[in-house]
């Protein structure tokens, strides 16, 4: 080295005399790499690695250092992967993630920090589900679940709302466990009987399995003033309209408008009527019931209420509330047949209506006869079933077949009037009973009994199917239902 220095120009036998001696002095076994040599460099402080910055300067930086002294204190046989030294660093404290927010910056934010910190907190095999997750927040209070209602909003939904799906489906979750999860049907159900008022069916057939009574929606008629009539429905005195002779008529030849029949529409408010529905084949719902029989209840100024179960009815019946009762069955045995009878009678000889409807085969201790012998005598009952279909016209002999007694206030309004399917009829006559109308059979088929004394009207009907809905719109059937009805109550109808 000291002659090369010396001589700075040599030979070429000069210069390969020198490498020679190069290899003696320094044997290959004894030669480190340009790698090593740079580690053992740094080691004794003699060189550091220059990195050049973004602004192209060959400032050192700590990404030069600290990459040449990972080489030298993190041999391969040591070295961790880059997710696990993060672990050790966030544990350590030394280091946050920051995440990139909404507005581009580079604000760390709470998001950022926990879900770093829950691959420290949550390895793997402790981790949950986020349905579970969500759970436990609900249990805990956290957490709500929300839902978009129909405005548009993101209000929180309500189970007594128009929807049941935001946090009751959630809370569901917590609440019900698989053993104490209830059916759909089942939990209307009961939501209903909180509500009160609403009903629900069955979606196949539209039988109400669910509820079993409804109470109408009744307002006030605008035409209504306080005669105070209320609970004395025979000081009332309504005025009905006559129809013209040129006045638009129905498919049947009745009388088009409802200003024709009995009592014009509003007239009967505020009085009460219950209905006892204890036939519950499929056709006959409270359902359809509501929407056409219970419509034209509500247009007459009825408040209204229908129930299929007798304990309820009794329970009604007994409150003195109810003006009018009606009771449609024909093999519905009561439960206690003395019980039911003696508040029949005792409603009856109040001087409340009673309207009776029977039907084919009526059994001898249906509730309709039940009623029958505890105001009429127990010899007096409903039997038989002989086809119907037909239609009755008005007569002054009410005795002809398929004529009905035109001077009657219940027929007011009416030239033609449907007799129903498959009717029953009276076993004999009675001398209270007034016949109104005689079947195409030649049997005695609507039956009724003025005020006496202080005892109610009664009036019995065999044939309840122009109750069901694919009957009602047949020949002068809602009319003749709203007229017995209104003259149920009592009161004076005037011309």
Known sequence: MLELEKNPVLTNQQRKQLDMKQQVDHPPEKRITNQER?????????????????DGSNQGTHQGISQIQGQVDDPPEKRITNQERKRLEIEAGIIHQPVRGRDESNQGTDQGISQIQEQVDDP?????????????????????????????????RHPST??????????????????KIITNQERKRSEEDTVGTKIGY????????????????????????????????????????????????DLFGNPASSQYDLAPDGSMYPFRLLIGK?????GFTVKSFIQHVGQMLDQKGFDWYITEEEDDFLEKLNSGDYIVAWIISFCSLPTLVEQFS??????????NGLFLFGENDIASLDKTNIALQAIFGSEYLLEGNTPGQGTLKPSPDPFTSGHFLQDHLIMAGIESLYEGITICYPRAQHSELQVLATSTNGHSCILCRDIDDSKGRVVVDVGFTKLFEQYWNTAGTGRYVINVSCWLTGVNFID
């Not at 935001?166 to 979750?173: C, K, Y």
């Open 38 to 54: 740079k580690r053992l460099e740094i080691e004794a402080g003699i060189s550091q690695q220059k990195g050049r910055d973004r």
């Open 342 to 351: 003696a508040a029949i009678l005792k409603y009856h000889n109040a001087g």
């Open 278 to 282: 204890f036939y519950n084949g499929e």
């Open 202 to 249: 069955t979606s196949t057939t539209g039988y109400s399995n669910e509820r079993k009574s409804y109470r109408s929606q009744c307002k006030v008629p605008a035409s209504y003033k306080d005669d105070g009539c209320a609970k004395e429905p025979r000081k009332r005195v309504v005025r009905r309209i006559r129809p013209p002779k040129d006045s638009p008529l």
């Open 162 to 179: 128009w929807t049941h799906q935001g946090i009751s489906r959630r809370q569901e979750q917590v609440d019900d466990s698989p053993e």
């Open 124 to 156: 793997p095999e402790k981790r949950i589900t986020n349905q579970e997750r969500k759970r436990l927040e609900i249990e805990a209070g956290i957490s709500q679940q929300k839902g978009r209602g129909r405005d548009g909003s993101n209000q929180v």
